[in-house]
């Protein structure tokens, strides 16, 4: 018989934070519907939203080096490379060293680049105004409050004052003040620190996942785990085959459809269940420093309302 999740000992607290429960999961889920659903609204302009906050950046200072702009995309996992180059070829921005120190490279905008500013940000307002819909005002500035305050929680040095406290006015809607910027900033401060613990394991949340569907449900096809996986940005490429390598799972043809291949976990896979729960727990419970248990359980059902509202 296949033991299940309860056999295996968890603990309540456990078993709330495995995905796709958890929070951590599912505020990652939100960040990559809220990216997805930007990039269908820039792909006639031949954008990323990567190169959506280099504009910006520069609609609201322009002529900054590019180490202000790296930092802006490091944070929410972009690079300059190629970014810069794209925009420069499409003739949205245009490079020059700058005056008292040629080391520095300044970008600033063109006018083709400066005319996007009458016609991205509406694309923005509207992706939050989906994702938020049956929020009432009050409801979405407490949901705003919530988020600033997690990511302060995670990050590295948590006495740094927040710097993300949106302004108002139209930058409000403008990275890094709007809610998808944050969403995302806060997803990948989330994951940074989770890697961190999965390291000593040599794992990844990607093989949390993995780990986390078949610790609940063991045997699935291979095709309910890559849905889970691709909910989050994941790929079964490569995943799988490195956790059979551990051997921390094993594949085995359905004896009813030769054609699916379903996940069994392994000795060393079910053991683990004794160690990583508790890391997703610290994780948690890091993110929801200082914030009530009332205010957790709203930001749990305001999650869960942008992900269907997306969905």
Known sequence: MVPSHTELQVSKDSLRVLAPHGIGYRLKLLSQLLGRRFQEKLDPFGLTPFHWVVLCCLWQEDGLATSSIGDRLQQVGGTLTGVLD??????????????????????????????????????GVEIRETALKGLSYAEREQFSNIIDRIIVNLQPNPSDPPTTSSPLGWQSILAPYNMG?????????????FQELLDPFGLTPFHWVVLCCLWQEDGLATSSIGEKLQQVGGTLTGVLDRMAERDLIRRERDAEDRRIW??????????????????????????????????????????????????
């Open 181 to 193: 910027y944050r969403i995302k900033l806060l997803a990948q401060l989330g994951m940074r620190k």
């Open 262 to 311: 379903r996940i069994w976990l392994t000795d060393e896979g079910r053991a683990l269940i004794d160690d990583l729960p508790l890391l997703a727990l610290s994780i948690q419970n890091c993110m929801v420093q200082e914030i009530s248990a009332e205010d957790q359980a709203k930001l749990s059902g305001w999650v869960n309302q942008a992900i269907a509202n997306l969905s």
């Open 86 to 123: 794209r925009m420069a070829e499409r003739d949205l921005i245009r490079r020059e060293r700058d005056a008292q120190d040629r080391r520095v490279w300044r970008i600033w905008l063109t006018s083709a680049g400066r005319r996007l500013e009458d016609l991205l940000p509406p694309l």
